[in-house]
């Protein structure tokens, strides 16, 4: 069993930047895919972003690249999204996940990550 517990979130300005983490605890394979996720309310959760547990594969959602960056530090079990240039339509409920299953690190739903954190706020005014 893996739990997931993310922070960071808030309240920013268009063009600020917020970094959100996810602080993973239980057994992590180093198999694991980490991604993470956003909701906005009246629509679907959608994929922005994942890494391998241990590797430096990443992928992105188109909307992110170029402004988000997913990474990891195995030595603090966290997981961390860098977010710059945000702006409003990023507002979300964001959250981490974990896939147990996936070789590679490509978009997948969320049907496909099998443990998830609670979300953290993002709220971005214009």
């Known amino acids: 069993q893996v739990q997931l517990v993310e922070s960071g979130g808030g309240l920013v300005q268009a063009g600020g930047s917020l970094r959100l983490s996810c602080a993973a605890s239980g057994r992590v394979y180093s198999t694991y895919v980490m991604g993470w996720f956003r909701q906005a309310p009246g629509t679907e959760r959608e994929f922005v972003a994942a890494i391998k547990w241990r590797g430096d594969e990443t992928d992105y959602a188109d909307s992110v690249k170029g402004r988000f960056t997913i990474s990891r530090d195995n030595a603090k079990n966290t997981v961390y999204l860098q977010m710059n240039s945000l702006k409003p339509e990023d507002t979300a409920v964001y959250y981490c996940?974990?896939?147990?299953?996936?070789?590679?690190?490509?978009?997948?739903?969320?049907?496909?990550?099998?443990?998830w954190g609670q979300g953290t706020q993002v709220t971005v005014s214009s």
């Open positions: 996940a974990a896939d147990r299953f996936s070789v590679d690190v490509v978009a997948r739903p969320p049907n496909e990550y099998d443990y």
